[in-house]
């Protein structure tokens, strides 16, 4: 094959890996083949009916240089979420130890760059990489496994309860070229063992980049994660990521994504309810404006009879802003005693914003509760009136009626400190949003 | 040329032959096994059709060559031989029983349970009773004249094509064009006879118009092709298809159905959809893939779809309503019903473009023994549908734990002020229910038919009346077996 027929993002020359074992070389190998055999999805598949590469295709983005990195002060930190917590500095997908806030860890707990870990104990990896992510509809997720090189490696000991959040920030920077970079993360928590991660993703408006993210996460019986993302990329940015949980029985597996910046966001998350009384929470919000594009896919797998999930999705959009919710109920011929719920909700602002909804069910077993609901409209003008006839004005009115949306789903995150935080970028946001108001 | 000349001359002889009696040799009315040119000539040509009508249907065969089957539904089917079909079937089976007494029992047991009188169940049953028919006939002939003086067409598409081509040429394939899909393109080409209705300006319909009659007179084939336009301010109300189970082979089914309103129109088109769905590890039955569409073009103007779906293998259905003109308002009322293998994709379209439309979907889908269903809806709302309003209801009943039901809603909206609501659930009839009901004497199965039948409430009283005592009973008996 020539390389000009290649797929994107393999055509450019592919930073080697070093040293690597058996097992790797083939993941890495049967990574390839699937995103060669897929390519770049288009708008003919399916799963990316509404969101279209495109654009992304068409930019020469270059494999993100290894060296880059960014002075501390340099840092888009006012993008990302500000919590007290243990704090974790990836630049382009690479661990920086340089701006990291580790301090000492707690007993139990381990957490690692994955090149560390594929270097020293590449056992401790090898039963869980690629275990939820290499298949045939995620060529993405493939390409992440053909290129990986970094990434974030969390491990909670059976029991462990960590008590203060992991915070993830995922700084993208050109550097001097459009630069595209496949973070893989692994998270494993084992028997009981209950932790909060929290990414923020933020980006240098210096150059396009291009984060194509794969999150792989397992819970062991009874374990608790909670799981939540600022997706706050410069204009420049694209985010297309997946995370996929495997959840054991009575673990829970709570996800939260709050989508405000970059030009293209896909948030993809995938939660196999995979033991008896498992509970999984895919919920999210996004604000998009201008000619931004924010997808967020969801696939509740209810393997197991006596599992429960929950769906909650709202979103506001203005400008020419595009949005796209595809949630999926799958439950299993043997999974009798499901109950699962999905709520999408989005309010259009404007002329020329565009949101499509694709809410599926796909009922194998009879004895289940499942339902979905979606709704979308325009701002509701009796709400506005009941605050107009308070004297409130109109703009301020909006505004309040704005936030409140946004924040509907943000309340719905169950570590307290987390939650303040995002209440905290919610308002950020929107001040920052009237102060473009006020510029126009 | 020379085959095609040879063929009309043989069209010509066999057209001949038939108008001379309703009594022909089966192997004469039958077109050659295969797909060709030349069977779409053939076609055409037996249906005596002018220039226009032959280029149509070519024009649609040659696009037909160049597209794939659809394999985006979930319905799972062996693959069609297109080579292995007659697209030109006599109206009279070859093999049909002789008399009642040979026929299947259970299929005499559920026409009793229709309340189908014994003249009606020989003629569905293929035992061909030509006085029957003779008298269906006139039945629809006399209905016919009636409507003729107030100015209603009503009759054969083949007949309108003849004696209305202005009006066929005009709407004919405006709402379904020739490159609609696969199996419109091939309905396109090869489509044998179907029905044409047209409601002059002003005029309300005095009576629900039906096929019933009209396809035991035609014995329509696969292939019907169906077109009804309501001038302005016009309304009809029409009733399609068999309401008993049309014994048959497993066998294809690609119609296609046009709806076009005008200003201050209304159509309402009903169906009781049971043909064949073969019997109970899925062998036999029909592939009934349709394409139903209505454009709602003038301004004010109404289209509802009621459909009531328990037969069929395999459904690929979708009635659709295009709503381009200002405060014009589409309908869709369904209830499917699949037991043992049968399997449904079915939902409707509802394309908002002009300012205030209006839908509304309500769909009830209930799965039992074996079988697989899905809702597949859209819904759009494009940039100038101003106020535009849908609301979108899908319940899905299982009944047993091997079944599947499933619901893949679209819902696209580029207008601000448009406003979209969507619901769904799926749950199973709950044990309290089915014990009140039971402990009031009612057994099991009665009992379930009678929750269902609540189910389908919502559904059911739009359909009119006649067709809805009919459904009723046919919820019931599509359940059988369903339960214990």
């Known amino acids: ?440 | 040329m020379a085959a095609t000349d040879t063929t009309v001359d043989t069209v010509r002889e066999v057209t001949e032959q038939y108008k001379y009696g309703f009594v022909t040799d089966i192997e004469s009315d039958m077109a050659p096994k295969g797909l060709s040119e030349d069977i779409v000539r053939f076609i055409s040509a037996k249906k005596e059709e002018p220039e226009w009508m032959l280029e149509f249907r070519l024009r649609a065969y040659r696009h037909w060559l160049t597209l794939k089957e659809p394999d985006w539904a979930k319905v799972k089917y062996p693959p069609i031989d297109y080579q292995d079909t007659y697209y030109y079937a006599a109206p009279k089976k070859k093999d049909g029983p002789a008399s009642l007494d040979e026929v299947d029992a259970d299929l005499l047991e559920t026409y009793k349970k229709l309340g189908i009188p014994i003249q009606e169940q020989e003629i569905l049953a293929g035992v061909v009773a030509v006085d029957a028919v003779f008298d269906s006939v006139s039945v629809a002939t006399t209905y016919k004249k009636k409507l003729a003086s107030m100015g209603v067409i009503f009759g054969s598409i083949s007949e309108a094509i003849k004696e209305h081509p202005e009006l066929v040429k005009k709407y004919l394939g405006s709402v379904v064009p020739y490159s609609d899909n696969y199996f419109a393109t091939l309905n396109c080409a090869v489509f044998t006879d179907g029905s044409f209705v047209f409601v002059p300006k002003g005029l309300r319909c005095p009576m629900e118009l039906s096929t019933y009659f009209r396809i035991n007179e035609k014995n329509t084939g696969q292939f019907e092709r169906t077109l009804i336009v309501c001038e302005e301010g016009a309304y009809v109300s029409y009733l399609e298809g068999c309401t008993a189970p049309q014994r048959d082979e497993n066998q294809l089914h690609a119609a296609v159905v046009e709806l076009v309103a005008l200003d201050d129109a209304e159509i309402k088109y009903s169906t009781v959809q049971n043909w064949y769905p073969g019997d109970k590890n899925g062998k036999g039955g029909i592939y009934n893939f349709v394409t139903k569409r209505a454009l709602c073009k003038g301004k004010n103007s109404k289209v509802s779809w009621t459909q009531v779906e328990t037969g069929s293998a395999v459904t690929w259905k979708y009635p659709s309503c295009i709503l381009q003109g200002d405060n014009s308002s589409g309908e869709f009322y369904s209830v499917a019903i699949t037991n043992n293998a049968q399997q449904a994709d079915t939902g409707t379209k509802m394309i908002h473009l002009g300012k205030n439309t209006r839908s509304r979907i309500i769909s009830k889908g209930i799965a039992a023994g074996k079988s697989d269903q899905t809702y597949r809806g859209l819904v759009r709302m494009q940039g100038k549908a101003e106020g535009a309003r849908n609301f979108t209801q899908c319940d899905s009943l299982l009944v047993g734990d091997k079944c599947g039901a499933h619901t893949v809603p679209y819902i696209e909206s580029r207008n601000p002020t448009a406003q979209v609501e969507h619901e769904a659930t799926t749950s199973r009839i709950s044990e309290e229910q089915l014990f009140y009901c039971m402990q009031r004497g009612l057994n099991e199965e009665s009992a379930v038919a009678l929750i269902v039948n609540g189910f389908c409430k919502e559904v059911l009283q739009t359909l009119p009346m006649e067709f809805a005592v009919e459904a009723q009973k046919l919820v019931g008996i599509s359940l059988e077996g369903s339960v214990g």
């Open chain 1, 1 to 440: 094959m020539s390389t000009t027929e290649m797929p994107p993002f393999l055509d450019a020359a592919l930073p080697v890996p070093v040293e690597e074992t058996g097992w790797l070389a083939d993941l890495r190998q049967a990574g390839l083949d699937i995103y060669k055999r897929k390519g770049l999805p288009t708008p003919k598949v399916e799963a990316w009916k509404y969101t279209n590469l495109g654009g992304l295709a068409k930019t020469e983005f270059k494999p993100a240089a290894l060296d880059v990195t960014v002075a501390a002060d340099k840092l888009p930190l006012a993008a990302a979420l500000s919590l007290d917590a243990l704090a974790l500095v990836f630049v382009n997908g690479r661990f920086d130890p340089a701006v990291s806030d580790l301090g000492a860890l707690p007993k139990g707990l381990r957490v690692e760059s994955l090149s560390k870990v594929l270097q020293a104990e590449p056992a401790l990896v090898e039963p869980l990489l690629g275990k939820l992510a290499t298949r045939e509809d995620l060529p993405l997720a493939a390409l992440n496994t053909g290129l990986l090189t970094d990434g974030l490696f969390v491990r909670l000991a059976k029991g462990v309860t960590l008590d203060k959040a992991l915070h993830v920030v995922s700084v993208a920077s050109g550097g001097s070229s459009a630069a595209a970079f496949h973070p893989r993360n692994l998270i494993v928590l084992e028997e009981g063992a209950k932790a909060t991660i929290v990414e923020s993703h933020v980006g240098l408006p210096d150059f396009p980049t291009f984060e194509n993210s794969v999150t792989e996460v397992t819970l062991g019986e009874g374990a608790e994660l909670k799981h939540y993302r600022l997706l706050n990329g410069p204009d420049t940015s694209y985010h297309v990521g997946v995370t996929l949980a495997d959840v054991a029985a009575k673990a829970r597996y709570e996800s939260f994504a709050l989508a405000i910046g970059g030009a293209l966001t896909r948030n993809e998350v995938r939660v196999v309810l995979s033991g008896e009384g498992a509970h999984g929470v895919v919920n999210g919000s996004y604000a998009v404006h201008g000619g931004q594009h924010v997808d967020n896919t969801v696939l509740v797998d209810h393997a197991v009879p006596r599992a429960t999930s929950s769906q909650l999705f709202k979103g506001v959009l203005d400008g020419t802003g595009k949005a796209v919710f595809q949630g999926k109920v799958l439950v299993r011929r043997d999974a009798q005693e499901t109950d699962a719920q999905q709520l999408h909700k989005a309010l259009l602002l404007s002329r020329g914003a565009e949101v499509d909804t694709k809410p599926e069910l796909e009922i194998y077993a009879d004895d289940v509760k499942c339902s979905h609901g979606a709704t979308v409209g325009e701002m509701d003008a009796e709400q506005l009136f009941y605050l107009m006839a308070r004297g409130i004005d109109e703009e301020t009115a909006l505004a309040l009626l704005v936030e409140a949306f946004v924040e509907d789903v943000v309340h719905e995150i169950s570590d307290e400190v987390v939650r303040e935080a995002f209440i905290r970028k919610v308002r950020d946001w929107q001040t920052g949003r009237e102060k473009a108001v006020w510029s126009e």
